[in-house]
């Protein structure tokens, strides 16, 4: 303990001595501890200076932006639309092979879209269907004559369909389905993305499908 109290006070006392002759390894120790923060202070300000610089080449941190957005490209395409007689076609085509659609109509019988037809609806690749007690119902047909259509499977083809969904409200029945640009099905024609048709939308006022149209528009397309 004694030697211990007497080092002490000889560092001490050392201490003071070389910090009066301008400072001691003890002093040095925290000296260069509190120059650092003054130096720190002046350090990090220039590198904030420098900083503008780098901020120059903005483009550089832009850059980084559009890969963050590159995501972004599997955003789906937007719903195009056409209307006539107040019925709405909306469609939109996915991954170049199928064709998504939505009729809306003002009815609560069936609503239909014919694509391609040659004459009235011959030849036209005919979806129709209607919501029953919140139910959606849709057909894949063709027109079969310029006032006659028919199911794909009763003259040997495919039902196509998928996606089937609908509602009812304020008078007003939407249909949503999907078809294949190319189904592969003679009953179907096929639908090229980017090209123009003419479409047939149609509606009745029942949910019969053998029950002739209220009303019959044309629409001309590009899908
Ligand atoms: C549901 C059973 C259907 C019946 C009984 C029916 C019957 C008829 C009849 C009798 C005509 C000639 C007279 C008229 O213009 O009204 C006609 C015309 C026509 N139908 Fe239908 N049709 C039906 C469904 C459809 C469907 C589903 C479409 C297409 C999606 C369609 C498209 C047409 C077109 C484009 C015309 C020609 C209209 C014109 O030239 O002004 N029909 N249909």
Not at 29 to 42: H, L, M, S, Y
Not at 182 to 196: H, I, N, W, Y
Not at 199 to 215: E, N, Q, T, Y
Request: charged fraction near 20%; include cysteine; aromatic fraction near 4%.
């Amino acid at each position: 303990m004694t030697k211990q109290t007497v080092h002490a006070i000889t560092c001490a006392a050392l201490a003071a001595a070389l910090a009066a002759a301008g400072g001691c390894a003890g002093s040095r120790t925290e000296g260069p501890g509190a120059a650092d923060p003054g130096k720190a202070v002046e350090t990090p300000v220039p590198p904030a200076a420098a900083e503008p610089g780098p901020v120059e080449p903005a483009g550089a941190q832009e850059e980084p932006q559009p890969a963050a957005a590159a995501p972004a490209p599997p955003a789906e395409a937007p719903w195009k639309e056409a209307a006539a007689k107040g019925m709405t076609l909306s469609w939109k085509v996915e991954e170049g092979k199928l064709l998504r659609v939505k009729v809306k109509a003002p009815t609560t019988g069936w609503v239909a879209v014919g694509f391609d037809p040659e004459k009235g609806m011959k030849g036209a690749n005919i979806v129709i269907g209607y919501v029953k007690d919140g139910v959606a119902v849709a057909e894949d047909h063709f027109g079969s004559g310029a006032v006659a259509h028919k199911a794909d499977t009763k003259a040997g083809g495919t039902d196509d369909v998928t996606g089937v969904g609908g509602s009812e409200a304020d008078g007003a029945t939407e249909l949503s389905f999907s078809i294949p640009l190319d189904s592969g099905d003679a009953r179907d024609k096929p639908l090229v993305e980017g090209s123009q048709y003419k479409v047939i939308l149609a509606h009745g006022a029942k949910d019969k499908l053998s029950l002739r149209h209220s009303s019959v528009a044309i629409v001309q397309v590009t899908l």
